[in-house]
């Protein structure tokens, strides 16, 4: 059974970064995508952005394209979030998952971590 779990969240001024981790508790393969969603009070869980496993190739939503990273460390499966130039906006539970295929849609991602919280104060 999957286990995902998320760290490194915390809170920052705005302006900041923070640097997000999520553990893998199984061996990823090259066809799996990592993403990751954010949810704030009251909102629906939007995508930030994920990454094919398999060739590192990333995508970003385009509110936080430019200040969010995301890598991976297959030796460790591990996936990562650097998340610099933070905004208020940008405050959130963020959640890591796991797909099969590419999607921006949080349906398609089968397996969740627990979420790690943002805060960003201004």
């Known amino acids: 059974q999957w286990q995902l779990v998320e760290s490194g969240g915390g809170l920052v001024q705005a302006g900041g970064s923070l640097r997000l981790s999520c553990a893998a508790s199984?061996?990823?393969?090259?066809?799996?995508?990592m993403g990751w969603f954010r949810q704030a009070p009251g909102k629906e869980r939007d995508f930030v952005g994920a990454?094919?496993?398999?060739?590192?190739?990333?995508y970003y939503a385009d509110s936080v394209k430019g200040r969010f990273t995301i890598s991976r460390d297959k030796a460790d499966n591990m996936v990562y979030l650097q998340m610099n130039s933070l905004k208020p906006e940008d405050a959130a539970l963020y959640y890591c998952?796991?797909?099969?295929?590419?999607?921006?849609?949080?349906?398609?991602?089968?397996?969740w971590g627990q979420g790690t919280q943002v805060t960003v104060s201004s």
């Open positions: 990454i094919r496993w398999g060739t590192g190739t990333t």
């Open positions: 199984q061996r990823l393969y090259s066809s799996h995508i």
């Open positions: 998952a796991r797909a099969t295929s590419y999607s921006t849609s949080a349906v398609s991602y089968s397996d």
